[in-house]
């Protein structure tokens, strides 16, 4: 975005000064996107190069349905801002498995081109290989170490080191972010989102109601295991319509990203190809036939001339695409 500066109006339209509105939450996402360790920061563009190959393209397609919970065209991701690109990219890497290996991307660079890496980047393999996404509310702050609370597991005086972290967030507030230690000090990934203290009621509810179903199968189940198969619960639950009453502490003017956002450039643009390929087969089949290819149902199917008359008493509403996410829809 153009530079803007500190006392300019807000680009939002919000009609404030830029440091009282949106200059923070540009500034994190900002600083993220560029965050982290130069080591931390070089190896994770060797995992997404590594995922993004086009061996893995189904693979690709299958988790970005999965993580933005519907069906929508995955040329999409040029649609998304780069912050909402990278959270799905990261958790894919580190979390999905792989429908062609029943493996994460991470487990097979590590097995693969890991090897041949220098002892200080498997050792952050190592680490990240294990780290799961997690709750967390801010209880203290002291640049760079933050004081969270496990509000999933009731733990407190969880201690991070994030100094990009510890300038954008203030006590009370949430933090949905993967953590792991590395030479005695806890750190987080990029992806962390930072959220309004009001979630956490409703996240805290969803997600213990989710991991209840999971451990009702499982004997062994863990909350490690669980979040390991399922990070994308937390994003899932921003998309509900359980999250709608609080979306308007998100996005513009606030010091917080609205994931929703992504998720409507996301509907739009599909939709807006979904239209184009229909209009592309209608008129390739009146070159062919003629006469124009026909009208819509009310179930949404598109029929020919000679099948209106049937079409005219289908009344069966259409079915909604089903992805199955835990505690998304108890």
């Known amino acids: 975005?153009?530079?803007?500066?500190?006392?300019?109006?807000?680009?939002?339209?919000?009609?404030?000064?830029?440091?009282?509105?949106?200059?923070?939450?540009?500034?994190?996402?900002?600083?993220?996107?560029?965050?982290?360790?130069?080591?931390?920061?070089?190896?994770?563009?060797?995992?997404?190069?590594?995922?993004?190959?086009?061996?893995?393209?189904?693979?690709?397609?299958?988790?970005?349905?999965?993580?933005?919970?519907?069906?929508?065209?995955?040329?999409?991701?040029?649609?998304?801002?780069?912050?909402?690109?990278?959270?799905?990219?990261?958790?894919?890497?580190?979390?999905?498995?792989?429908?062609?290996?029943?493996?994460?991307?991470?487990?097979?660079?590590?097995?693969?081109?890991?090897?041949?890496?220098?002892?200080?980047?498997?050792?952050?393999?190592d680490v990240w290989t294990d780290a799961t996404m997690g709750l967390y509310r801010v209880e203290r702050i002291q640049p760079p170490v933050l004081t969270l609370y496990d509000p999933l597991r009731e733990v407190g005086d969880v201690t991070v080191e994030d100094a990009v972290?510890?300038?954008?967030?203030?006590?009370?507030?949430?933090?949905?972010?993967?953590?792991?230690?590395?030479?005695?000090?806890?750190?987080?990934?990029?992806?962390?989102?930072?959220?309004?203290?009001?979630?956490?009621?409703?996240l805290v509810e969803y997600v213990r109601n989710a991991y209840r179903n999971y451990a009702s199968e499982r004997s062994q189940a863990t909350w490690e295991k669980f979040l390991r198969a399922h990070g994308h619960i937390f994003i899932a639950y921003m998309m509900s319509y359980r999250a709608d009453a609080l979306r308007p502490l998100l996005g513009p003017g606030t010091r917080f990203h609205d994931p929703l956002a992504a998720r409507d450039r996301l509907r739009a643009f599909t939709r807006e190809r979904q239209e184009e390929r229909e209009e592309e087969l209608r008129r390739e089949y009146a070159a062919e036939h003629g006469e124009p290819l026909g009208t819509r149902t009310a179930s949404g199917l598109l029929v020919l001339p000679h099948q209106e008359e049937e079409a005219a008493t289908d009344k069966e509403e259409p079915k909604r695409p089903t992805i199955l996410l835990p505690g998304r829809d108890d």
């Not at 792991?180 to 989102?193: A, Q």
């Open 165 to 202: 972290m510890a300038r954008a967030a203030r006590p009370g507030d949430l933090l949905i972010a993967r953590t792991y230690e590395l030479g005695g000090v806890r750190r987080m990934t990029p992806s962390s989102l930072l959220l309004p203290g009001d979630f956490e009621t409703g």
């Open 1 to 125: 975005m153009p530079a803007v500066g500190r006392n300019d109006p807000c680009p939002c339209g919000s009609g404030r000064k830029y440091k009282n509105c949106c200059m923070r939450r540009h500034e994190l996402e900002e600083s993220q996107q560029r965050g982290g360790g130069m080591l931390e920061k070089a190896l994770l563009v060797e995992l997404q190069q590594f995922a993004l190959d086009e061996r893995f393209a189904r693979d690709l397609d299958a988790s970005f349905q999965v993580y933005w919970g519907g069906a929508y065209d995955p040329a999409g991701l040029q649609v998304l801002d780069r912050a909402s690109a990278l959270r799905w990219l990261e958790w894919h890497v580190l979390d999905y498995r792989l429908e062609s290996q029943r493996r994460r991307p991470i487990e097979l660079f590590r097995e693969g081109p890991g090897q041949e890496l220098p002892e200080e980047y498997r050792e952050v393999l």
